[in-house]
Nanobody, 123 residues
């Protein structure tokens, strides 16, 4: 059974930083981070394929950095300058096939999902 496990979430003050990690038990060619805030729909945050990262929402550009360690089959998301509106359950998604750039921010591109890690930013 494929497992996708996120870690690194927590409670942090506004302006602080966190580093999320995602370990997948399947060789993941493309991976992404999504988040869901209370009362809102899940949205794509960032995705990576072939070492090329894409940021799916303008509000995280310049503050979040996505990276991938292919040898460890692990995905990271560095969150800097956190804001209260970044508070959400952050999900990792993985695909064992190449995800084209145009669909990288869509949920349908991924076939494996983690349970999420909570990020809470206090003001």
């Amino acid at each position: 059974q494929v497992q996708v496990v996120e870690s690194g979430g927590g409670l942090v003050q506004a302006g602080g930083s966190l580093r999320l990690s995602c370990a997948a038990s399947v060789r993941s060619v493309s991976m992404g981070w999504f988040r869901q805030a209370p009362g809102k729909e899940r949205e794509a945050v960032a995705a990576i394929s072939g070492r090329v990262g894409t940021y799916c929402v303008d509000s995280v550009k310049g503050r979040f950095t996505i990276s991938q360690d292919n040898a460890k089959n692990t995905l990271y998301l560095q969150l800097n300058s956190l804001k209260p509106e970044d508070t959400a359950l952050y999900y990792c998604a993985a695909s064992d096939s190449i995800v084209m750039y145009a669909t990288r921010c869509g949920e349908d591109a991924y076939n494996y999902w983690g349970q999420g890690t909570q990020v809470t930013v206090s003001s």
